[in-house]
């Protein structure tokens, strides 16, 4: 199989699993962006050393939407009890056999261009963090509004998750080898590389300072710069759900649109206890009765920065945006959703 072939059939796995954002990145870029050298990738391999002077490159693995369903059906299909982390577990094993489905492991020959690695969003230990943001921002996937802790794509807004960067070696490759995949690598369309610009950010100067301002409110009440995904929740603002909401558009000069209150209603609802969780099965008008005596939970306020800049950029929610099941797990970590 040629290199284009192989590349273009590792997407493919990749999407099939649900991981549909797919962005190659010249590791030398990414590395020019981090000043912290501790969170350089190799480049060339694990000895960190490349015969190639313009490459090599990385992948950038993420997703929208799409992945939940496949997420929730892997769920389902599972014979013993889900493992602390589903979502971690079914990301690893999706990009494991995508990459064993493409070709691209241990049977290729010693002189060809391989995987070594690959760096997960999740992973925690100092020797394999990734800031896989500035990663996507030098991939040209999506703007990183580092003060707000955002990453914005043209066409999904914020309703992304990146989570991992497939590492190539070259270290051993023979000169044919690196000279295909060195093609490829260039030839790669403006949709699926990194080489062009780096993206332009997508706001106006009004918009980022009520963004920045927004996020840095946050880091003084919540304690915390992102929403806990481990389960382990911050003390709630001591306020409801619309109580919450009418200050934040509020302050913006600005009303939270009828569609987007549905639909935080039945994020909210769904968070709640079973019983109310119930009545937030239907999209329907009855869900924003919960607001008004649903306590506001920890993470609403990194929902609602999400959604106001979905919002600024005019993103086509009904595309883009997560459904209220797979915000609820994703913020709140309620698994009788999978």
Partial sequence: MTA??????LEQ?????????CRWFSVRRYNGLVADTRYHL????????????GGPYALLVGNTRRLWPLFRAWCSQQSQPLPPHP?????????????????????????????????????TSADRLLPIQTAAHAAGLAYYLRAAGLSVHTTFGPWIALRAVVLWDTTSASAASLAEWEEVWRGLDDERKGVAALPECPFTDAQQTELVDRANMLVETCGRFRPSYAGVEE??????????????????????PDEALHWIGRVCALNQEPVMAATATAATPTNISVLASCPAPPWLGWLLLRQRAAEMLDIDDEHARYSAEQTAYHYGRRRDLL
Avoid at 42 to 53: D, E, I, K, R
């Fill in 42 to 53: 190799p480049v060339g391999g694990a000895s960190g050393a490349s015969a190639m002077a």
């Fill in 87 to 123: 979502l971690n577990a079914y990301v690893d094993g999706a990009v494991e056999e995508a990459l064993r489905a493409a070709g691209v492991g241990d049977a290729l020959p010693a002189d060809a261009v391989r995987v070594h690695d690959v760096r997960y969003a999740h992973e």
């Fill in 13 to 21: 796995q990749l999407h099939a699993r649900g991981l549909d954002l």
């Fill in 4 to 9: 284009a072939a192989t590349a273009h059939r």
């Fill in 235 to 256: 003390a709630a603002p001591a306020n409801t759900v619309s109580q919450m909401l009418s200050a934040w558009y509020a302050a913006s000069n600005s009303t939270v």
